[in-house]
């Protein structure tokens, strides 16, 4: 056993020489530092389509305000991407002015168009009733900051926002569901 730890030893020390005398008998040099990749754009996400919420499905004050809530959110979002197929489901064939809205954004994005901002910021709901079918709820808004160009090749529109305005909204239940019926209905 001794002899062969004198063999092992030996033949390391013969290894360690042969290698220090290859590089010189200095020590290595250290690797030069890697070069710095340019920096990577990071592409802006895409914005996401709001989740439904469970409220929807409620025939009381929450469902009806969830559902404003949910329609708002979902407006926003059509018109930062252009998909108005989520959008023009939080409403009724009978709200004319909710078609007159997903109508602009379809036909300003398919003109090479688009919209940034301009969302509804809802600072308020105020709930009245429940009757048979219809809910009534007022909605306190303000306007964000837009930018707006309405089709391609024409100059950006720009507005500042935080305008408010008051929006009166009219739910119907149909098919176990809250959906806006009219929006500032006439009186």
Do not use: H
């Not at 329609?71 to 709200?95: I, K, P, Y």
């Amino acid at each position: 056993m001794r002899r062969l730890s004198r063999v092992v030893t030996s033949v390391t020390s013969v290894v360690s020489l042969a290698v220090l005398a290859g590089c010189g008998g200095s020590p290595p040099e250290a690797a030069p530092a890697p070069t710095p990749s340019p920096p990577t754009e990071t592409a802006t996400p895409e914005p996401a389509a709001p989740t439904p919420p469970a409220g929807l499905s409620t025939k009381s004050e929450s469902g009806a305000k969830a559902t404003v809530a949910y329609f708002l959110a979902s407006m926003a979002f059509a018109g930062d991407s252009g998909d108005v197929s989520n959008f023009r489901q939080t409403f009724t064939d009978e709200c004319t002015k909710c078609e007159a809205i997903a109508r602009g954004i379809e036909r300003t994005y398919k003109s090479g168009g688009y919209i940034r901002g301009g969302a509804w910021k809802p600072s308020y709901l105020k709930f009245y009733s429940i009757q048979g079918d219809i809910a009534y709820i007022d909605a306190g808004v303000a306007y964000s900051p837009q930018e707006y160009k309405p089709k391609a090749g024409s100059p950006t529109q720009k507005a500042p926002g935080g305008q408010r305005v008051l929006k009166a909204f009219q739910l119907r239940w149909i098919a176990g569901e809250w959906r806006v019926g009219a929006l500032d209905p006439e009186a």
